[in-house]
């Protein structure tokens, strides 16, 4: 979701086919905006003042002036760490990581997957892959595992846990709503609640019986969390690793 949708979700609908056609450009090139006047923007998506005018007003501003003005504020949230050496950044963030990790929390959500009946790994977006990349590992390992990451599926999970299950969630930011919602939900089952995260302190880890945090500072470009996801893949691996051991 672009800088403009997140901003501006609950209002998007009251626009017209048109006004959407240039919000929904303006979300792709909010760079437009900072670097030209209005005539010059009607003029680049070929339409009219008026109609860029109006959809600013529905969106509940003053103006175009009011409009530009808010999303320069926004695209100052831009962050992208500046770092010279890549390596040495990665063998930072690595080390971090490392001294982070209570092996006690691997040795207890490891226990819990082993004695579960059945696992459920929910990731969504840009997560999912490294969900499906850690369901397939443990099935290989002869474990039960159900891999979701359809919000309506997700929305259903309390209805299938049993006390007995694990769930173990993947999320970068641990505030996607589909998931603390589900997570709220489900540990009123007496299943075992387990996240794989970035953010230590995220509504997500909050409602955990256990979590791993990799603590990797956040990259924003344009609204979009850009922050490498190899150190989420790191800690699903030394999970599967210790799980092996305690089935072996």
């Avoid at 831009?78 to 490392?98: A, D, G, P, R, S």
């Avoid at 694990?166 to 540990?187: D, I, N, P, R, Y």
Wanted: net charge neutral; charged share 20%; aromatic share 8%.
């Amino acid at each position: 979701m672009g800088i403009l949708q997140t901003h501006f979700t609950s209002m998007i609908e009251s626009l017209s086919h048109s006004e959407k056609h240039v919000f929904y450009y303006l979300d792709d090139h909010p760079e437009l905006i900072a670097s030209n006047t209005l005539t010059e923007l009607a003029q680049i998506l070929n339409t009219s003042n008026t109609t860029i005018i109006r959809m600013t007003k529905r969106l509940g501003l003053s103006g175009f002036a009011e409009f530009k003005f808010l999303l320069e504020g926004l695209l100052k949230e831009t962050h992208v760490i500046q770092e010279k050496n890549l390596l040495n950044q990665y063998n930072l963030f690595f080390q971090n990581l490392v001294n982070m990790i209570d092996i006690s929390d691997l040795e207890f959500m490891a226990d819990r997957i082993n004695h579960s009946n059945i696992l459920y790994i929910i990731g969504v977006g840009l997560t999912k892959p490294i969900a499906e990349y850690t369901a397939k590992r443990l099935m290989q390992l002869n474990k039960s595992v159900i891999y979701i990451y359809e919000s309506h599926m997700i929305d259903l999970l309390p209805n299938l846990i049993t006390s007995k299950d694990t769930v173990l969630f993947l999320s970068m930011s641990g505030e996607t709503k589909t998931l603390v919602s589900a997570a709220g939900k489900l540990k009123y089952t007496g299943a075992a609640l387990l996240a794989i995260t970035n953010n230590g302190n995220s509504s997500l880890v909050k409602k955990m019986h256990r979590s791993l945090c990799s603590g990797v500072p956040v990259n924003m470009y344009k609204n979009y969390d850009i922050t490498s996801r190899t150190f989420l893949m790191i800690q699903a691996d030394l999970l599967i690793e210790l799980y092996l051991r305690t089935v072996v």
